[in-house]
């Protein structure tokens, strides 16, 4: 039984979406910044593309990682039980 509730798939939300996708963008940047090589007229190697396919590869890479937390958190939900002291 599988009960995939807002208030879990919110808490997969925020504990794994929000922090990861801004982390990931700002990994992106920085890497880029880093490894950011100019020839004498101006080119760059680092193709617009390039840095909007790795935004997208981060930004599908934490939501797999929300699903997948919510999957999880919501069969734990619905395995728990009470236990008496």
């Given at each position: 039984?599988?009960?995939?509730?807002?208030?879990?798939?919110?808490?997969?939300?925020?504990?794994?979406?929000v922090p990861f996708v801004p982390a990931g963008g700002l990994g992106c940047l920085i890497g880029t910044w880093l490894?950011?090589?100019k020839t004498s007229d101006g080119a760059s190697y680092i193709s617009g593309s390039f840095l909007i396919a790795c935004a997208l590869g981060v930004s599908a890479m934490g939501l797999l990682a929300?699903?997948?937390g919510a999957n999880v958190a919501a069969r734990q939900a619905a395995a728990w039980?009470?236990?008496?002291?």
């Open positions: 039984m599988r009960s995939n509730s807002p208030r879990t798939s919110s808490a997969a939300a925020w504990s794994l979406l490894a950011y090589p929300w699903v997948w039980q009470p236990r008496g002291e």
